[in-house]
Protein backbone atom coordinates (compact mmCIF):
# COMPACT_ATOMS: atom_id res chain seq x y z
CA UNK A 1 0.00 0.00 0.00
CA UNK A 2 1.55 3.60 -0.87
CA UNK A 3 2.20 6.06 1.63
CA UNK A 4 -1.02 8.21 -0.39
CA UNK A 5 -3.12 4.93 0.07
CA UNK A 6 -2.36 4.51 3.87
CA UNK A 7 -3.25 8.03 4.82
CA UNK A 8 -6.71 7.65 2.91
CA UNK A 9 -7.86 4.83 4.54
CA UNK A 10 -6.53 6.08 8.33
CA UNK A 11 -8.12 9.36 7.40
CA UNK A 12 -11.72 7.44 6.90
CA UNK A 13 -11.22 5.47 9.65
CA UNK A 14 -10.66 8.31 11.79
CA UNK A 15 -13.26 10.45 10.53
CA UNK A 16 -15.71 7.74 10.77
CA UNK A 17 -15.09 6.63 13.97
CA UNK A 18 -16.01 10.25 14.96
CA UNK A 19 -18.69 11.03 13.05
CA UNK A 20 -20.45 7.92 14.54
CA UNK A 21 -20.24 9.81 18.03
CA UNK A 22 -20.09 12.95 17.79
CA UNK A 23 -22.36 13.91 14.67
CA UNK A 24 -25.65 16.40 15.66
CA UNK A 25 -28.54 14.76 15.66
CA UNK A 26 -29.94 17.11 12.79
CA UNK A 27 -33.66 16.28 11.99
CA UNK A 28 -32.70 15.46 7.79
CA UNK A 29 -29.99 12.97 9.20
CA UNK A 30 -32.81 11.07 10.52
CA UNK A 31 -34.03 9.89 6.77
CA UNK A 32 -32.72 8.46 3.95
CA UNK A 33 -35.53 9.75 1.76
CA UNK A 34 -33.77 11.46 -1.20
CA UNK A 35 -36.53 14.18 -0.91
CA UNK A 36 -35.85 15.17 2.43
CA UNK A 37 -32.86 15.19 2.21
CA UNK A 38 -32.78 17.29 -1.12
CA UNK A 39 -35.03 20.00 0.57
CA UNK A 40 -32.25 20.22 3.54
CA UNK A 41 -29.28 20.80 1.26
CA UNK A 42 -31.15 24.04 -1.04
CA UNK A 43 -31.99 25.12 2.31
CA UNK A 44 -28.42 25.00 3.96
CA UNK A 45 -26.68 26.66 0.59
CA UNK A 46 -25.59 30.18 2.57
CA UNK A 47 -27.29 29.46 5.33
CA UNK A 48 -26.61 28.06 9.18
CA UNK A 49 -27.92 24.93 10.12
CA UNK A 50 -29.69 26.42 13.65
CA UNK A 51 -31.69 28.96 11.16
CA UNK A 52 -32.44 25.85 8.80
CA UNK A 53 -33.80 23.56 10.93
CA UNK A 54 -37.45 25.00 11.74
CA UNK A 55 -37.93 26.07 8.16
CA UNK A 56 -37.24 22.35 6.94
CA UNK A 57 -39.60 21.28 9.75
CA UNK A 58 -42.37 23.11 8.55
CA UNK A 59 -41.59 22.78 4.50
CA UNK A 60 -41.93 18.83 6.01
CA UNK A 61 -45.11 19.08 7.51
CA UNK A 62 -46.58 21.25 4.76
CA UNK A 63 -45.17 19.76 1.27
CA UNK A 64 -44.18 15.97 2.30
CA UNK A 65 -43.84 14.96 -0.78
CA UNK A 66 -42.35 15.76 -4.38
CA UNK A 67 -46.01 15.93 -5.44
CA UNK A 68 -46.86 18.59 -3.29
CA UNK A 69 -43.72 20.46 -3.50
CA UNK A 70 -44.58 20.27 -7.64
CA UNK A 71 -48.26 21.51 -7.23
CA UNK A 72 -47.59 24.21 -4.78
CA UNK A 73 -49.24 27.61 -5.06
CA UNK A 74 -46.53 30.37 -5.65
CA UNK A 75 -47.80 32.23 -2.53
CA UNK A 76 -47.07 29.32 -0.26
CA UNK A 77 -43.82 28.30 -1.95
CA UNK A 78 -42.34 31.89 -0.44
CA UNK A 79 -44.26 32.15 2.73
CA UNK A 80 -42.98 29.07 3.42
CA UNK A 81 -39.32 29.97 2.47
CA UNK A 82 -39.54 33.43 3.79
CA UNK A 83 -36.80 34.85 5.53
CA UNK A 84 -34.45 32.23 4.51
CA UNK A 85 -33.76 34.59 1.42
CA UNK A 86 -31.65 33.84 -2.12
CA UNK A 87 -35.49 32.81 -3.43
CA UNK A 88 -34.13 31.60 -6.84
CA UNK A 89 -33.48 28.95 -5.15
CA UNK A 90 -36.64 27.78 -3.72
CA UNK A 91 -38.27 28.31 -7.10
CA UNK A 92 -35.71 26.19 -8.81
CA UNK A 93 -36.82 23.23 -6.26
CA UNK A 94 -40.48 23.58 -7.32
CA UNK A 95 -39.08 23.47 -11.77
CA UNK A 96 -36.92 20.20 -10.23
CA UNK A 97 -40.32 18.53 -8.17
CA UNK A 98 -42.34 19.34 -11.61
CA UNK A 99 -39.30 17.86 -13.57
CA UNK A 100 -39.20 14.51 -11.44
CA UNK A 101 -43.16 14.31 -11.61
CA UNK A 102 -43.16 14.79 -15.03
CA UNK A 103 -40.25 12.45 -16.17
CA UNK A 104 -39.91 10.32 -13.47
CA UNK A 105 -43.23 9.69 -12.17
CA UNK A 106 -42.92 11.46 -8.92
CA UNK A 107 -39.61 9.07 -7.84
CA UNK A 108 -36.58 11.12 -7.25
CA UNK A 109 -33.81 9.84 -9.67
CA UNK A 110 -31.34 7.72 -8.18
CA UNK A 111 -28.24 8.44 -11.04
CA UNK A 112 -26.21 10.72 -10.54
CA UNK A 113 -25.99 12.40 -14.22
CA UNK A 114 -30.12 12.23 -13.55
CA UNK A 115 -29.76 14.26 -10.14
CA UNK A 116 -27.28 16.60 -11.47
CA UNK A 117 -29.61 17.58 -14.42
CA UNK A 118 -31.94 18.96 -12.20
CA UNK A 119 -32.81 23.07 -12.30
CA UNK A 120 -31.07 23.99 -8.97
CA UNK A 121 -28.86 21.46 -8.59
CA UNK A 122 -24.64 21.62 -9.12
CA UNK A 123 -22.45 19.22 -8.52
CA UNK A 124 -21.83 19.93 -4.80
CA UNK A 125 -25.73 19.20 -4.36
CA UNK A 126 -25.87 16.29 -6.13
CA UNK A 127 -22.74 15.00 -4.48
CA UNK A 128 -24.56 15.69 -1.30
CA UNK A 129 -28.11 14.18 -2.19
CA UNK A 130 -26.76 11.07 -4.06
CA UNK A 131 -23.68 9.92 -0.64
CA UNK A 132 -25.76 10.82 1.87
CA UNK A 133 -29.45 9.85 0.74
CA UNK A 134 -28.61 6.98 -1.43
CA UNK A 135 -24.80 5.85 -0.58
CA UNK A 136 -23.27 6.07 -3.37
CA UNK A 137 -19.59 6.71 -3.76
CA UNK A 138 -20.14 10.50 -4.99
CA UNK A 139 -17.86 13.05 -3.95
CA UNK A 140 -18.56 16.49 -2.23
CA UNK A 141 -16.67 19.83 -2.08
CA UNK A 142 -18.41 23.01 0.06
CA UNK A 143 -16.78 25.72 1.95
CA UNK A 144 -16.44 22.95 5.34
CA UNK A 145 -14.91 20.40 2.87
CA UNK A 146 -12.58 22.66 1.23
CA UNK A 147 -11.51 24.24 4.21
CA UNK A 148 -10.73 20.60 5.60
CA UNK A 149 -8.98 19.14 2.65
CA UNK A 150 -6.68 22.02 2.33
CA UNK A 151 -5.61 22.28 5.68
CA UNK A 152 -5.43 17.90 5.84
CA UNK A 153 -3.17 18.14 3.07
CA UNK A 154 -1.28 21.18 3.35
CA UNK A 155 -2.56 22.72 -0.31
CA UNK A 156 -1.46 26.89 0.26
CA UNK A 157 -2.72 27.35 -3.68
CA UNK A 158 -6.21 29.26 -4.19
CA UNK A 159 -8.85 26.56 -4.18
CA UNK A 160 -11.24 28.66 -6.49
CA UNK A 161 -8.07 28.14 -9.20
CA UNK A 162 -9.17 25.23 -11.56
CA UNK A 163 -6.24 23.43 -11.10
CA UNK A 164 -6.24 23.37 -7.07
CA UNK A 165 -10.14 22.86 -7.60
CA UNK A 166 -9.86 19.83 -9.53
CA UNK A 167 -7.26 18.72 -6.98
CA UNK A 168 -9.91 18.78 -4.27
CA UNK A 169 -12.54 17.09 -6.20
CA UNK A 170 -10.46 14.08 -6.40
CA UNK A 171 -9.00 14.00 -3.17
CA UNK A 172 -13.01 13.82 -1.93
CA UNK A 173 -13.51 11.16 -4.68
CA UNK A 174 -10.74 9.24 -3.16
CA UNK A 175 -12.01 9.77 0.59
CA UNK A 176 -15.38 8.40 -0.48
CA UNK A 177 -14.59 5.63 -2.20
CA UNK A 178 -12.57 4.23 -0.05
CA UNK A 179 -15.90 4.39 2.35
CA UNK A 180 -17.70 2.11 0.38
CA UNK A 181 -18.34 0.63 2.30
CA UNK A 182 -16.41 0.56 5.71
CA UNK A 183 -16.99 -1.76 8.96
CA UNK A 184 -16.02 1.70 11.42
CA UNK A 185 -19.90 2.50 10.30
CA UNK A 186 -21.68 -0.31 11.32
CA UNK A 187 -24.07 -0.17 13.90
CA UNK A 188 -23.90 3.48 13.58
CA UNK A 189 -27.14 4.74 15.48
CA UNK A 190 -27.19 7.77 13.77
CA UNK A 191 -27.38 5.87 10.33
CA UNK A 192 -30.55 4.44 11.02
CA UNK A 193 -33.67 5.41 9.58
CA UNK A 194 -36.19 6.68 12.37
CA UNK A 195 -38.36 3.21 12.45
CA UNK A 196 -35.51 0.86 11.92
CA UNK A 197 -35.00 -1.75 15.15
CA UNK A 198 -32.15 -3.16 13.38
CA UNK A 199 -28.46 -1.96 13.07
CA UNK A 200 -27.77 0.86 10.32
CA UNK A 201 -26.44 -0.09 7.30
CA UNK A 202 -22.48 0.44 6.13
CA UNK A 203 -23.34 3.91 4.91
CA UNK A 204 -19.63 4.52 5.13
CA UNK A 205 -20.41 7.23 1.62
CA UNK A 206 -23.22 8.88 3.38
CA UNK A 207 -21.31 9.05 6.58
CA UNK A 208 -17.80 9.89 5.37
CA UNK A 209 -19.40 12.98 3.26
CA UNK A 210 -21.14 14.14 6.16
CA UNK A 211 -18.03 13.82 8.68
CA UNK A 212 -16.44 15.70 6.58
CA UNK A 213 -18.66 18.75 6.80
CA UNK A 214 -19.36 18.29 10.26
CA UNK A 215 -15.58 18.52 10.84
CA UNK A 216 -15.30 21.72 9.43
CA UNK A 217 -18.18 23.01 10.77
CA UNK A 218 -17.55 21.97 14.57
CA UNK A 219 -13.59 21.68 14.82
CA UNK A 220 -11.65 22.70 11.59
CA UNK A 221 -13.64 26.31 11.35
CA UNK A 222 -12.57 29.27 9.57
CA UNK A 223 -11.06 31.10 12.92
CA UNK A 224 -10.28 29.38 16.25
CA UNK A 225 -10.35 25.62 15.32
CA UNK A 226 -10.33 23.18 17.72
CA UNK A 227 -6.90 20.84 16.69
CA UNK A 228 -6.15 19.15 19.80
CA UNK A 229 -9.62 17.33 19.21
CA UNK A 230 -9.59 16.76 16.22
CA UNK A 231 -9.81 13.26 14.62
CA UNK A 232 -7.49 13.31 12.06
CA UNK A 233 -4.71 15.58 14.01
CA UNK A 234 -1.88 13.49 13.33
CA UNK A 235 -2.55 12.97 9.89
CA UNK A 236 -2.99 17.05 9.30
CA UNK A 237 0.06 18.62 7.14
CA UNK A 238 -1.17 22.32 8.22
CA UNK A 239 -1.38 21.00 11.84
CA UNK A 240 2.16 19.73 11.83
CA UNK A 241 3.51 22.60 10.12
CA UNK A 242 1.87 25.39 11.94
CA UNK A 243 -0.09 26.49 9.11
CA UNK A 244 -3.53 25.76 9.95
CA UNK A 245 -4.31 29.76 10.21
CA UNK A 246 -2.81 30.20 6.40
CA UNK A 247 -5.22 27.44 5.01
CA UNK A 248 -7.11 27.75 2.86
CA UNK A 249 -5.76 30.36 1.01
CA UNK A 250 -8.61 32.17 -0.96
CA UNK A 251 -6.87 35.53 -2.12
CA UNK A 252 -8.40 39.36 -0.97
CA UNK A 253 -12.21 39.70 -1.04
CA UNK A 254 -13.73 42.24 -2.68
CA UNK A 255 -14.18 45.56 -0.76
CA UNK A 256 -18.11 45.71 0.34
CA UNK A 257 -20.47 48.31 -1.72
CA UNK A 258 -22.63 50.80 0.31
CA UNK A 259 -26.32 50.53 -1.01
CA UNK A 260 -29.28 53.07 0.07
CA UNK A 261 -32.97 52.62 0.27
CA UNK A 262 -35.89 54.66 1.39
CA UNK A 263 -39.26 52.50 1.63
CA UNK A 264 -42.51 54.20 1.96
CA UNK A 265 -45.48 52.55 3.67
CA UNK A 266 -48.37 54.52 2.69
CA UNK A 267 -51.42 54.35 5.25
CA UNK A 268 -54.98 55.28 4.66
CA UNK A 269 -58.07 53.82 6.90
CA UNK A 270 -55.77 51.31 8.82
CA UNK A 271 -54.36 50.00 5.21
CA UNK A 272 -51.23 50.20 3.45
CA UNK A 273 -49.98 50.13 0.05
CA UNK A 274 -47.98 46.85 -0.77
CA UNK A 275 -46.74 45.86 -4.08
CA UNK A 276 -45.28 42.23 -5.49
CA UNK A 277 -42.29 42.29 -7.23
CA UNK A 278 -42.42 41.09 -11.05
CA UNK A 279 -41.16 37.71 -11.68
CA UNK A 280 -37.56 38.18 -13.68
CA UNK A 281 -36.16 40.90 -10.43
CA UNK A 282 -34.38 40.31 -7.12
CA UNK A 283 -37.02 38.84 -4.51
CA UNK A 284 -39.55 37.99 -7.30
CA UNK A 285 -43.07 37.44 -6.40
CA UNK A 286 -42.34 38.59 -2.96
CA UNK A 287 -44.23 41.38 -1.14
CA UNK A 288 -42.70 45.06 -0.27
CA UNK A 289 -43.39 48.38 0.43
CA UNK A 290 -42.89 51.16 -1.99
CA UNK A 291 -39.00 51.89 -1.99
CA UNK A 292 -36.46 53.23 -4.35
CA UNK A 293 -32.63 53.64 -4.26
CA UNK A 294 -31.07 56.90 -3.17
CA UNK A 295 -27.38 58.51 -3.08
CA UNK A 296 -26.76 58.00 0.46
CA UNK A 297 -26.36 60.82 2.55
CA UNK A 298 -28.24 63.04 -0.15
CA UNK A 299 -32.15 61.76 0.07
CA UNK A 300 -34.71 64.09 1.46
CA UNK A 301 -37.61 61.50 1.91
CA UNK A 302 -40.44 64.02 1.82
CA UNK A 303 -39.68 65.11 -1.11
CA UNK A 304 -38.29 62.06 -2.78
CA UNK A 305 -42.09 60.86 -2.12
CA UNK A 306 -43.85 63.87 -3.53
CA UNK A 307 -42.42 63.71 -6.40
CA UNK A 308 -42.70 59.89 -6.74
CA UNK A 309 -46.00 59.99 -5.51
CA UNK A 310 -47.40 63.28 -6.91
CA UNK A 311 -48.74 64.66 -3.77
CA UNK A 312 -47.64 66.09 -0.54
CA UNK A 313 -47.79 63.23 2.97
CA UNK A 314 -50.83 64.93 5.41
CA UNK A 315 -47.88 63.06 8.14
CA UNK A 316 -44.77 61.85 7.20
CA UNK A 317 -42.88 59.97 10.17
CA UNK A 318 -39.37 58.24 10.77
CA UNK A 319 -40.44 54.70 10.99
CA UNK A 320 -37.20 52.52 11.75
CA UNK A 321 -33.92 51.99 9.54
CA UNK A 322 -32.72 48.34 8.87
CA UNK A 323 -29.51 47.51 8.16
CA UNK A 324 -28.46 43.96 6.36
CA UNK A 325 -26.15 42.29 3.94
CA UNK A 326 -26.57 40.36 0.77
CA UNK A 327 -23.55 38.88 -0.57
CA UNK A 328 -20.95 41.53 -1.04
CA UNK A 329 -23.61 44.56 -0.47
CA UNK A 330 -23.69 46.54 3.12
CA UNK A 331 -27.64 47.30 2.65
CA UNK A 332 -29.09 50.83 4.20
CA UNK A 333 -32.94 50.88 3.90
CA UNK A 334 -34.69 53.79 5.54
CA UNK A 335 -38.72 53.57 6.26
CA UNK A 336 -41.06 56.04 7.01
CA UNK A 337 -45.46 56.03 7.30
CA UNK A 338 -46.74 58.31 5.24
CA UNK A 339 -50.40 59.28 6.72
CA UNK A 340 -52.46 60.21 3.24
CA UNK A 341 -54.94 62.77 3.59
CA UNK A 342 -58.76 61.58 4.00
CA UNK A 343 -59.39 62.96 0.74
CA UNK A 344 -56.88 60.95 -1.15
CA UNK A 345 -58.62 57.69 -1.73
CA UNK A 346 -56.82 54.55 -1.86
CA UNK A 347 -57.87 54.13 -5.60
CA UNK A 348 -56.04 57.42 -7.02
CA UNK A 349 -53.31 56.60 -4.38
CA UNK A 350 -52.95 52.93 -5.49
CA UNK A 351 -52.95 54.37 -9.52
CA UNK A 352 -50.22 57.21 -8.79
CA UNK A 353 -47.27 55.36 -10.12
CA UNK A 354 -43.90 55.72 -11.05
CA UNK A 355 -40.48 54.31 -10.46
CA UNK A 356 -41.78 53.62 -6.91
CA UNK A 357 -44.74 51.63 -7.64
CA UNK A 358 -44.02 50.12 -11.28
CA UNK A 359 -46.84 49.64 -12.88
CA UNK A 360 -46.23 45.97 -14.16
CA UNK A 361 -45.93 45.31 -10.51
CA UNK A 362 -49.55 43.96 -8.89
CA UNK A 363 -49.73 46.46 -5.99
CA UNK A 364 -52.90 45.93 -3.29
CA UNK A 365 -53.97 47.98 0.13
CA UNK A 366 -53.71 45.47 2.89
CA UNK A 367 -53.91 45.54 7.31
CA UNK A 368 -51.28 44.46 8.81
CA UNK A 369 -53.17 41.19 9.65
CA UNK A 370 -53.60 40.82 5.98
CA UNK A 371 -49.73 41.45 5.20
CA UNK A 372 -48.84 38.41 7.71
CA UNK A 373 -50.43 35.93 5.29
CA UNK A 374 -48.05 37.47 2.56
CA UNK A 375 -44.22 36.30 1.87
CA UNK A 376 -41.77 39.37 2.42
CA UNK A 377 -37.95 40.59 2.28
CA UNK A 378 -36.89 40.11 5.87
CA UNK A 379 -36.05 44.11 5.25
CA UNK A 380 -39.72 45.15 4.95
CA UNK A 381 -40.95 41.86 7.16
CA UNK A 382 -39.61 44.11 9.60
CA UNK A 383 -41.08 47.40 8.87
CA UNK A 384 -44.03 45.89 8.84
CA UNK A 385 -43.36 44.43 12.57
CA UNK A 386 -43.50 47.68 13.67
CA UNK A 387 -46.60 49.08 12.05
CA UNK A 388 -48.20 45.56 13.62
CA UNK A 389 -47.04 46.71 16.98
CA UNK A 390 -47.92 50.32 16.60
CA UNK A 391 -51.30 49.09 15.71
CA UNK A 392 -51.55 46.25 18.40
CA UNK A 393 -51.98 43.37 16.06
CA UNK A 394 -51.75 40.01 17.78
CA UNK A 395 -51.15 37.90 14.55
CA UNK A 396 -47.41 39.41 13.70
CA UNK A 397 -44.36 39.01 15.65
CA UNK A 398 -42.42 41.98 16.64
CA UNK A 399 -39.39 39.34 17.99
Sequence with gaps: MTPRRRKTSALVKNLLEWYSKNARDLPWRRTHDPYAVWVSEIMLQQTQVKTVIPF???????????????????????????????????????????????????????????????????????????????????PILDGNVIRVLTRLFGIAENPKAKPTNKRL?????????????????????????????????????????????????????????????????KLCVAFRENRVAELPHLGLRLKPTARHFVAFALEQ????????????????????????????????????????????????????????????????????????????????ALSLRSSATDAETAAAWKTPAQMHELAFPSAHRKILRVLAARASCPCVSTA
Design 269 to 348: DGKFLVRQRPAGRVNAHLWEFPNLEVEEGKADAEKLFKSEFGFAAQRFLPLLTVRHSITRYRITLEAFQVHLAAAKSPTT
Design 56 to 138: WERWQRELPTIAAAASAGSDQLHKLWEGLGYYTRVRNLQKAAQLIVTRHAGKFPERFDDILALPGIGRYTAGAIASIALNQPA
Design 169 to 233: WQLAEELVKTAQPHPSIRGSRRQQAPDSKSPGRPDGCSALNQSLMELGALVCTPRSPQCPVCPAK
